[in-house]
């Protein structure tokens, strides 16, 4: 038996959405979702545990800097699938970026990435993600009622250093009883 967990952070830019273990759509099965935008128009984020085996210079062939690099693109959701965004941590958020969470924004400024790439300062990364994760105005609040999301404040450590295998399982194991036992599911590798 499953047992609904009550919000732990208001639904908002900057939060996790995990997926319950009874939450069976093959989109968002185990998954990590980072919120980026939520309003009275829905709410947009991206998948942060489901890495392709798709390297961002393949993807972005035109972009020197990528050349050589290991980096890969993550599944951000299955919207937009032929469409890359970029999520970067950086010291210093640029204007001409969307500001999610502690120095967290989604943005397309190759300079940035460029910048991040040839710098030493080991604070600032990115990720890559293919598409996005959507839902229309009151989607995503019908979900929550129905008990498919966990909301959890959004860790940019988690988003950017942890291995994505980890990250639904560690998340489940720190709720505690009675979402313990399902963080030693099997992470499902054919959802990536």
Request: glycine share 10%.
């Amino acid at each position: 038996m499953i047992h609904r967990v009550p919000m732990l952070a208001p639904l908002g830019k900057g939060i996790f959405l995990v997926a319950s273990p009874a939450l069976r759509d093959p989109n968002f099965r185990q998954t990590v979702v980072l919120l980026c935008e939520h309003g009275p128009e829905g709410a947009l984020g991206v998948v942060v545990n489901r890495p392709t085996a798709v390297h961002i210079a393949e993807a972005l062939p035109q972009v020197p800097v990528l050349e050589g690099q290991k980096h890969v693109l993550f599944a951000g959701g299955p919207v937009q699938t032929n469409q890359i965004m970029l999520l970067y941590r950086l010291n210093q958020v640029p204007e001409n970026s969307h500001h999610i969470f502690d120095g967290v924004c989604l943005g397309g400024d190759l300079a940035v990435l460029e910048r991040i790439l040839t710098s030493s300062k080991g604070s600032e990364a990115f990720r890559a993600y293919l598409g996005y994760s959507g839902w229309g105005p009151g989607q995503l609040e019908r979900e929550m009622e129905t008990g498919s999301w966990i909301t959890l404040p959004a860790d940019p450590e988690i988003v950017f250093e942890k291995e994505p295998a980890m990250i639904w399982p560690d998340i489940l194991a720190s709720l505690g009883e009675p979402f313990r036992h399902y963080a030693d599911m099997p992470f499902d590798p054919s959802l990536n």
